[in-house]
């Protein structure tokens, strides 16, 4: 397992991060898993094994039990809580009032305290802004965060499913103003989607700012089991709950590619999906979940998987956006200032 640095900052945090997405099942949340708290500590406990010293929850995961389970598996293991690095998140709806949700002040500072009681620790190493908030100027959220790292309720701050522009925006305000930066982006980024590659990595790098990649299988897409001529019996996570949206003819050859290198590689396709992530420069962590530790033990083999520069050109050649504007503008024109 590597270590790598959490953007412009000095914490170091493993190359893989434990989702905990998966952790008791709760409403919604049932359709990604429903593990009781036995199963939880087996999966950390495999986790913290292979090297993994970060760990990624939220408070709207199953309404709150997927921090009170995380928090307890780290005590019935016996964990030294110092060694890892805790990250959850905050905006989603947490009551039926109307401040029960968004990026306020107000909510921000009730929302910390409870996960902090639910997690049962002393304070948070990343707590992160689950989206954007519309209604709450962006200021405000920053200097409230800023707020909490002063207090030492929480360490860095972080953000998540944002665009380009709010993104440089918060970063900018925070320069400016010697606020907290947010230390990095939680964001979907998968050989079956790339997006992100037209805005948001470009500005990551300019930023220095982290990059935690999410669902990196596409909803299991990419995990093997799901092919065109149909999907494994296993494979109903996305026949129950088809998100994210990918192009399916564009990531059947991408399947297809990777079937081909896994077979050759005497490893699983999913292995190799993850494994093509950990080879982007601008990628700090993936967050992988897990509902079986065979399944969690696959992906921690991730990191033991190297692509030659031609098997790493093939599947860029695959998956690789469609030009788009001003993309290809700017190609066009900068031509004359190549290094």
């Known amino acids: 397992m590597k270590y790598k640095l959490l953007g412009n900052t000095g914490l170091r945090v493993s190359e893989l991060c434990l989702g905990t997405m998966t952790f008791g099942g709760k409403g919604f949340w049932t359709q990604i898993g429903t593990l009781p708290q036995d199963e939880v500590d087996a999966i950390i406990k495999r986790a913290v094994e292979g090297g993994i010293n970060f760990i990624d929850t939220a408070n709207v995961y199953s309404e709150g039990l997927s921090e009170e389970m995380t928090g307890k598996a780290i005590r019935n293991l016996g964990l ?22 968004g990026l306020t002040r107000k909510h921000i500072f009730s929302q910390v305290d409870a996960s902090l009681k639910r997690l049962q620790i002393d304070y948070i190493d990343l707590y992160q ?12 959220t920053i200097d409230a965060l800023d707020d909490l790292v002063k207090a030492g309720k929480i360490r860095y701050t972080g953000a998540s499913n944002l665009a380009a522009w709010q993104l440089m925006k918060a970063q900018a305000y925070s320069t400016y103003y010697r606020k907290a930066k947010f230390a990095s982006l939680q964001a979907y980024y998968t050989l079956a ?3 992100l590659e037209r805005e948001i990595v470009p500005l990551l790098k300019d930023q220095q700012t982290g990059l935690m990649v999410w669902s990196p299988l596409a909803g299991g897409f990419l995990s093997g089991k799901y092919t065109r001529q149909g999907s494994a019996e296993d494979g109903a996570r996305r026949a129950n709950f088809d998100f994210p949206p990918v192009n399916k003819e564009r990531a ?17 396709v999913a292995r190799l999906a993850l494994a093509w992530l950990l080879h982007q420069p601008v990628v700090s962590t993936v967050i992988i979940g897990a509902k079986r530790l065979e399944q969690l033990d696959d992906n921690l083999k991730a990191v033991e998987v190297t692509f030659s520069a031609d098997e790493l050109k093939q599947l860029d050649e ?8 001003p993309v290809w503008m700017l190609e066009r024109t900068g031509i004359d200032r190549q290094l």
């Open 252 to 268: 059947y050859d991408v399947v297809e590619a990777l079937a081909v290198m896994a077979k050759e590689k005497n490893a699983t």
């Open 80 to 101: 030294d809580r110092d060694s890892l690095v805790i990250a959850t998140k905050v905006r989603g709806r947490m009551g039926d009032g109307p401040n029960d949700s």
């Open 129 to 140: 802004i689950h989206s954007y908030d519309p209604l709450t100027p962006l200021e405000e």
């Open 193 to 195: 989607g790339r997006d």
């Open 318 to 325: 695959i998956s690789k956006l469609p030009s788009e504007y």
